[in-house]
């Protein structure tokens, strides 16, 4: 933004911004709100719900304040007459064609629309009801989403989110007039198109018309269920999102009271998806460096590099439509979820002598499309569905409300054992370039004995919120079994949100970048920011919950996954090694190209 | 005010007054500055509807720093009533050429384009052919400059200026934010002059001429003449150019049939005057602008069926995008629905035409903000036809 600084007015008090601010920004600064609907701090700027008009002197129309760009000398009115009924009637229009049916929506208290419609007490309906029928019929097609077009208010946020954020296009503008609407390409359900099911355009989307298929109910009943033993597992970015929607501060971490919500709702054995994380990268790594010695040593042509990442099943949707070319690039190993299924129907069944058939895995995720993963028919490794249900970061915390859990009064607990450890490393999963960092602490130490040359393990060129972030490790002084890899500069890179993981991937296809090794996230910010995180969603809070995330990895006493004693007991005790037989058959697949269209 | 009665004039079809060679040649030796200076000079404003001032939009588009710049001419020609764009296309389209060829030469643009409209397809390849001598002869003349032509896909929002450049781009045509207007960021974002048919001939007589000729025509603030399309209620529809400043009883004394009830002066987006205000009513940008249309209804007419009609229209032509417009347009159709079959009171027409006005400061773009012009006049002066 420019340095050059514009004088105007707002309600008669005057205030400097810098040029190309727009009015909502210059009203900000006066503590001013503006209502804004169509506006999101991600997205262009679309200017279409019009809710925000303002009035400017000698302007015959009004302006919207999300769009319109400060002048030298300007006077604004954020609550005139002119603007009161014009607003008024926008908010009215809006509902006229809404099937405002709230105390039965899932985004009930949550809703911007239900919140301008309360704030302006809109009661009576004065103009006629346009809801049509057709739009009441959900699509439930896909087991992450589900799209409520009679709860649509044509803002565009989800369709600019998955074209501008994701580059997936699976959302678009259809018709004009009274025939305009949001959707996919040829009117299809949402599961038979391009969406990889990464809940971006829910994260958005102001109403209930985007929301996550709940399982809550499901899960409830298991929980009743005395012969059922329900184990829950939860992600890295669960701990540092949930306090969100409880009440918190975006940026508190909240580990231990999640493990005492968990509990006091009644699962039998709550556990942490950071064991397979740090699980994961012994598998990953392990695969990495036998890539490379397959490629360096022996000359294997057949070896695909660089490798991807696998643990986002948004990428996992997204590679298998856009770059089907590329899917032997991609790690073998599955999510850190799905390992964890598969072990919690054999390995933990075992330990605890029980009948898999009758476990019921819940995860808590902050990710729609891991209820697609979960659902694929790869991940039955153990003889059943490996995870039975996915919940949300959101739906937690409302099943945390309706327990009557004081949350913020909770008392600190642990993890229960086993499969209830888990590493700094693991914890970093959450956030952008965390696997990369976790595989390199892991990896540089099993070729060299040693730890990566960084301060503290701190691997600070992978992190931050650039969308594609590079970064070369020169490796020396490797033992004599890795001697291959001795001065060898590991190339590797890391992209979070589609659009940058699609530009990273078309060089890498194109191939005017070389890698060795490439993380990617779907999500903007990586898990943290995930779809199934709470709403709202900025920069800026998805940079507090970063924060959170390096502040806990620091925090914990080991913070390298293969320090993990449990990781170490169930290569002992269950797996033998990794890439071992048994590792093969639970913890890694492959994926099938899709089509476009 | 200016008195002026009616008046056909014969500046746009009249034939053998272009001779482009010798124009061009000519003109292509001038300082742009200059020109600018004439067409301003001669208070020309757009043809197309808004009735900018065309030589500030050259000149706004000719100080915009910038290695790409565009004239596109708009032949879209979507207003319901109006057909004259497109006799002019047939007629005497190398006027339209060398109108943007000096644009081009005046704002530094290597590339022009015209945005026909997709029902005018059957124009295409004459157009095309005589398009190839004419970038042959800027070719000769080494001026680095090139037409051609784009054609439109039917959606009235097209003729939006900043729809057109999004459906050029291969995008869904929804009108942009404006600032920035076209002269900064049009077609692809890049400084644009964007100018209707009809304007662009009308240049191309004043650069020919100088201002003085069409100065004369015209009123202070409607200089010169315009092409209007008559239809409706007149033995003699078709197309006139007439000198704008004339009062509507003119018009109507020599296009009615003697039984005119009421005039919508500029299509559907236009206002409908009724017979009482047809003496005191001004065609020009000083009383009632139009972008040409003039539709004449006599006593055998419904003007609740008309006015139905163009919100049935709105409706359907709406792009989607912002709430007023969109949700408005279609509350207003079924409110006069609900209003004639006795579903709501007459007073609900008072709300709607609240609504209007409210669709007229907040709608986006220039077709919501006019819906309220028909809905307006039509209800005000014609109210016991809406109800009864
Ligand atoms: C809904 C709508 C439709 C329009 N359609 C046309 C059109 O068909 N032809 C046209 O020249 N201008 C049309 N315009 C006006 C253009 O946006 C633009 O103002 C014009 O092309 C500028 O040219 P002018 O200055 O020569 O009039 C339309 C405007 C709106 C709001
Ligand atoms: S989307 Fe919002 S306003 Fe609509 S029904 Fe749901 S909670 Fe109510
Ligand atoms: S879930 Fe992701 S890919 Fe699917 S429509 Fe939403 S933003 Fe697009
Ligand atoms: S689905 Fe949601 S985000 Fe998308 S246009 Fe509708 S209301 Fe807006
Ligand atoms: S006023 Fe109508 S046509 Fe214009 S942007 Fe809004 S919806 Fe689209
Ligand atoms: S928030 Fe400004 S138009 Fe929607």
């Not at chain 2, 459906?167 to 077609?187: C, F, L, V």
């Not at chain 2, 079924?334 to 007459?346: D, L, Q, S, T």
């Not at chain 2, 609504?355 to 007229?360: E, R, S, V, Y």
């Amino acid at each position: 933004m420019s340095n050059y600084m514009v004088n105007l007015k707002i309600n008669n008090i005057p205030v400097s911004v810098p040029e190309g601010s727009t009015i909502v920004q210059a009203a900000n600064k006066l503590n001013f709100r503006i209502p804004t609907l169509c506006f999101h701090p991600d997205l262009s700027v679309a200017g279409n719900c019009r809710v925000c008009v303002v009035e400017i002197t000698g302007a015959r129309a009004l302006a919207a304040a999300c769009a319109m760009p400060v002048a030298e000398g300007m006077e604004v009115f954020t609550n005139s007459a002119k603007v009161r009924t014009a607003r008024k009637h926008v908010i009215e229009l809006l509902l006229s064609e809404h099937n405002a049916d709230c105390t039965k929506c899932f985004k009930n208290g949550h809703c911007e629309l239900q919140e301008l419609a309360a704030e302006y007490r809109v009661g009576d309906h004065v103009f006629l009801d346009l809801v049509k029928a057709s739009d009441k019929i959900l699509d439930i097609s896909s087991p992450s989403i589900q799209k409520d077009n009679s709860k649509c208010i044509r803002c565009q946020r989800c369709v600019r989110t998955c074209e501008e954020l994701q580059a997936v296009g699976a959302l678009a503008v259809a018709c004009k007039g009274d025939h305009q609407r949001i959707t996919t390409f040829m009117d299809k359900s949402l599961h038979n198109v391009v969406c990889t099911n990464c809940g971006q355009c829910i994260n958005r989307c102001p109403t209930g018309a985007l929301v996550e298929r709940n399982y809550m109910e499901e899960v409830w009943d298991h929980i009743n269920n005395p012969f059922k033993h329900v184990v829950v597992q939860t992600a890295p970015a669960v701990r540092i999102g949930l306090g969100e929607d409880l009440g918190l501060e975006p940026g508190h971490r909240v580990t231990g009271k999640l493990v005492s919500a968990l509990k006091h709702i009644g699962f039998d054995s709550v556990l942490d998806t950071d064991f397979t994380a740090d699980l994961t990268i012994m598998e990953e790594g392990t695969e990495l460096l036998t890539r490379l010695k397959k490629a360096i040593v022996d000359k294997d042509e057949t070896v695909t590099l660089p490798m991807t990442t696998s643990c986002s099943p948004g990428w996992i949707k997204f590679i298998e439509h856009t770059f089907p070319e590329l899917l032997p690039n991609v790690s073998t190993c599955k999510s850190p979820q799905q390992m964890f299924g598969a072990l919690a129907k054999t390995y933990y069944a075992q330990k605890k002598g029980l009948d898999p058939k009758n476990i019921v895995s819940v995860s808590i995720m902050p990710c729609t499309a891991k209820k697609f993963e979960a659902n694929r028919p790869e991940m039955r490794a153990s003889g059943y569905q490996d995870v039975d249900y996915v919940l949300t970061t959101r739906e937690l915390a409302m099943m945390i409300k309706q327990a009557g859990i004081e949350f913020t009064k909770l008392d600190d607990m642990h993890y229960d054992s086993i499969m209830g450890e888990g590493t700094g490393a693991a914890v970093i999963f959450g956030a952008t370039g965390g696997v990369m960092e976790a595989a390199l602490r892991t990896a540089y130490e099993i070729v060299t004995g040693r730890e990566v040359p960084f301060n503290n393990l701190n691997i600070t060129p992978v992190r931050g919120m650039e969308g594609v972030r590079e970064a070369t490790i020169t490796i020396t002084g490797t033992r004599p079994e890795w001697s291959f890899l001795e001065g060898v500069e590991m190339k590797v890179a890391v992209a979070h949100g589609l659009v940058n993981a699609k530009e990273l991937m078309t060089a890498v296809r194109d191939q005017k970048a070389s890698y060795h090794f490439i993380e990617v996230m779907a999500c903007p910010g990586g898990c943290l920011g995930g779809g199934g995180q709470p709403i709202p969603t900025s920069a800026d809070i998805r940079e507090k919950r970063a924060q959170a995330i390096y502040a806990e990895d620091e925090g914990l006493p080991i913070r390298k996954s293969h320090e993990n004693p449990e990781v170490v007991q169930i290569y002992k005790d269950f797996l033998g090694e990794p890439l071992g037989h048994r590792s093969h058959a639970l913890l890694h697949t492959h994926y099938k190209p899709r089509k476009r269209y | 005010m200016e008195h002026k009665t009616i008046k056909k004039v014969d500046i746009i079809f009249a034939k053998d007054t272009c001779n482009p060679r010798e124009l061009l040649s000519k003109t292509l030796q001038r300082n742009p500055d200059d020109i600018i200076l004439d067409i301003i000079d001669s208070g020309l404003k757009g043809r197309g509807g808004a009735g900018f001032p065309t030589g500030l939009k050259w000149k706004f588009t000719r100080n915009e720093v910038s290695e790409d710049k565009y004239v596109i001419c708009n032949a879209d020609e979507g207003e319901p009533g109006t057909f004259k764009d497109r006799e002019i296309l047939d007629q005497v389209p190398e006027k339209v050429f060398v109108g943007m060829a000096v644009c081009g030469y005046v704002i530094g643009a290597r590339e022009g384009y015209i945005y026909l409209r997709g029902e005018y397809n059957f124009l295409l390849r004459s157009l095309n052919a005589k398009l190839e001598t004419f970038n042959a002869l800027m070719k000769e003349l080494k001026f680095d400059f090139h037409i051609s032509i784009r054609s439109g896909s039917g959606a009235y929002i097209c003729g939006e200026e900043s729809a057109l450049f999004e459906s050029m781009e291969g995008k869904r045509g929804e009108p942009r934010n404006k600032p920035p207007y076209p002269t900064r960021a049009g077609y692809n974002h890049k400084p644009t002059a964007i100018n209707n048919v009809e304007t662009l001939v009308y240049t191309t007589m004043i650069t020919r001429l100088g201002p003085t000729e069409f100065k004369a025509l015209g009123t202070q603030d409607s200089r010169g003449s315009k092409v209007f399309s008559v239809s409706g209620d007149t033995p003699i529809a078709g197309i006139y150019e007439l000198e704008l400043g004339m009062p509507l009883a003119d018009f109507v004394d020599s296009f009615g049939d003697g039984d005119t009830k009421a005039v919508q002066v500029g299509g559907a987006s236009g206002h409908c005057v009724p017979r009482k205000q047809f003496r005191d009513t001004i065609i020009g940008f000083e009383g009632i602008p139009t972008g040409g249309s003039m539709m004449i209804f006599n006593s055998s007419r419904s003007m609740y069926n008309v006015l139905h009609d163009y919100l049935e229209f709105f409706t359907e032509e709406s792009c989607g995008q912002c709430t007023p417009c969109r949700v408005g347009c279609q509350q207003l159709l079924k409110g006069i629905e609900a209003v004639k079959r006795g579903e709501r009171k007459p007073d609900y027409l008072e709300e709607l035409k609240k609504l209007a006005d409210t669709m007229k400061v907040a709608a986006k773009c220039g077709l919501g903000q006019s819906v309220a012009n028909p809905f307006n006049s039509i209800v005000n002066n014609f109210r016991e036809e809406i109800i009864y």
